[in-house]
């Protein structure tokens, strides 16, 4: 926004100003709002895209606990469905983990991400929490407020926006919270000192929504020298599977048909019984990268979710992750709001960096516990020696109850 613009804006504001209604922002603008601090949510998308957005749908126990305590967890436990097992498909036969029993106990609850959404904007509608639809966040100002009192010679931050009218608004605010994801304004308003970390994995998934049951009663992950193929529950007429997927191919290279026949081969559902078939209702491509923004405050502005790390979706930790982050941010907000107490505020960074370090490492082994050789490298020498690492990998995890309670610990820990 130009200098002229900004005078001319609309002038609106909010003690906390939340970038995106995704877990994160919906979250944290709910436990603002009970606690009753004022705040807004500002989001992109239409209503009817947010609650229709498929992505993730297994919560963990962690997740479902902060979820209990604040009272968001209806739905979930209503229609959720619970899993605690794991199997695991190679060219050595397949193997069950029942992770729920395995290391400190805990089971993911499956609930489509998009449900978890809708129920979360109806609580907070419902108990007048302020959120405006099409309205897109431009850019955050003034961030280096240090502590959003205007502590700094009065200066205090503001989020620039873009209406559903297309006027522009200046929305000041004391603090903003960036839960607006990847791709959002937070992460484009971040100062030269922020640094992202970012690692690409080099492998790429072709991730497919099924219009069918799920085909076992297990998270399947099989593993193929063709490539990885996954198999996910989600609910009992709709099914996600994943297939590894040549980078730069387009999402619909290839008929349903070819897709179920590779599911099939890569699934060895000639060996362990058949999938269910059904339409596909999505496609889509995935890049399995990740990074972290370092740190997570920048004055007055704080990033959560995937905003603030993004993971690849191989261990299901984005949206867990997500949620905690929102949490302790609310907590923390709360204090400095409303007893000036900042301390919440100044660990915030380094406590949840240590929760996205630890998934993005476990997140890292899953990757490399599932897929052959990096794109690229399929048929080096190298290609051998990561399939045979991959191999005795698996083989330790089938054979080893210490190396099993590791993997429980981790699969289902945020
Ligand atoms: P979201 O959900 O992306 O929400 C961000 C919101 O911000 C809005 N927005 C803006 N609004 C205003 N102004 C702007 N400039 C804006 N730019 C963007 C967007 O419209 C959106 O509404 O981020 P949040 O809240 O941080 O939540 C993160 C999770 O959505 C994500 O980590 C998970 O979906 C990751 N993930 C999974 N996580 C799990 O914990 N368990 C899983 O089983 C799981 N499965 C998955 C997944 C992600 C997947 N994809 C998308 C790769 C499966 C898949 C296929």
């Known amino acids: 926004m130009t200098e002229s613009q900004n005078s001319r804006a609309l002038r609106e504001s909010a003690d906390v100003v939340v970038l995106g209604a995704g877990p994160a922002g919906l979250v944290l603008g709910i436990l603002l709002h009970a606690a009753g601090i004022d705040c807004v949510l500002l989001e992109r998308a239409s209503r009817t895209h947010v609650q229709t957005r498929a992505r993730a749908g297994f919560l963990a126990p962690n997740t479902v606990g902060i979820l209990d305590r604040h009272g968001l967890s209806d739905g979930l436990h209503r229609d959720g469905s619970r899993h605690g097992t794991c199997e695991f498909r190679t060219e050595d036969g397949r193997f069950r983990l029942d992770y729920g029993a395995l290391g400190q106990g805990g089971q993911h609850h499956v609930y489509p991400q998009q449900n978890l959404v809708t129920d979360l904007l109806t609580h907070y509608l419902d108990r007048g929490g302020r959120i405006r639809f099409h309205t897109e966040a431009l850019a955050v100002h003034d961030a280096d407020a240090i502590d959003g009192t205007g502590g700094t010679g009065g200066t205090r931050p503001y989020v620039t926006t873009r209406e559903p009218d297309g006027r522009p608004t200046r929305w000041n605010a004391r603090y903003v919270a960036g839960c607006d994801g990847r791709h959002g304004a937070a992460r484009r308003s971040l100062p030269p000192g922020a640094v992202r970390h970012h690692h690409d994995h080099g492998v790429t998934w072709l991730g497919l929504l099924a219009e069918a049951p799920p085909s076992l ?198």
Request: overall charge negative; aromatic content about 10%.
């Open 217 to 414: 009663d297990a998270v399947g992950y099989a593993v193929h020298d063709r490539g990885f193929a996954g198999h996910m529950a989600r609910t009992p007429g709709v099914t996600r599977y994943y297939l590894q997927w040549h980078r730069g191919t387009p999402a619909d290279a290839w008929p349903e048909q070819r897709i179920w026949d590779e599911l099939d081969l890569r699934m060895r559902a000639a060996d362990h019984g058949p999938l269910h078939r059904g339409t596909l209702l999505e496609r889509g491509i995935f890049d399995l990268t990740c990074d972290v923004i370092e740190p997570l405050r920048h004055g007055s502005l704080f990033l959560a979710g995937d905003a603030a790390s993004l993971l690849a979706p191989a261990a299901a930790k984005g949206a867990n992750l997500a949620v905690l982050e929102a949490e302790i941010l609310a907590a923390a907000l709360t204090d400095a709001l409303t007893r000036g107490d900042t301390a919440g505020l100044d660990g915030y960074s380094d406590r949840c960096l240590a929760h996205i370090w630890r998934a993005q490492e476990f997140t890292g082994w899953m990757t490399r516990l599932l897929h052959a050789a990096p794109e690229g490298d399929h048929r080096s020498a190298g290609s051998f020696f990561h399939a045979a690492l991959r191999r005795s990998r698996l083989d330790s995890l089938r054979t080893s109850r210490i190396h099993q309670d590791w993997f429980a610990e981790n699969y289902v820990g945020v």
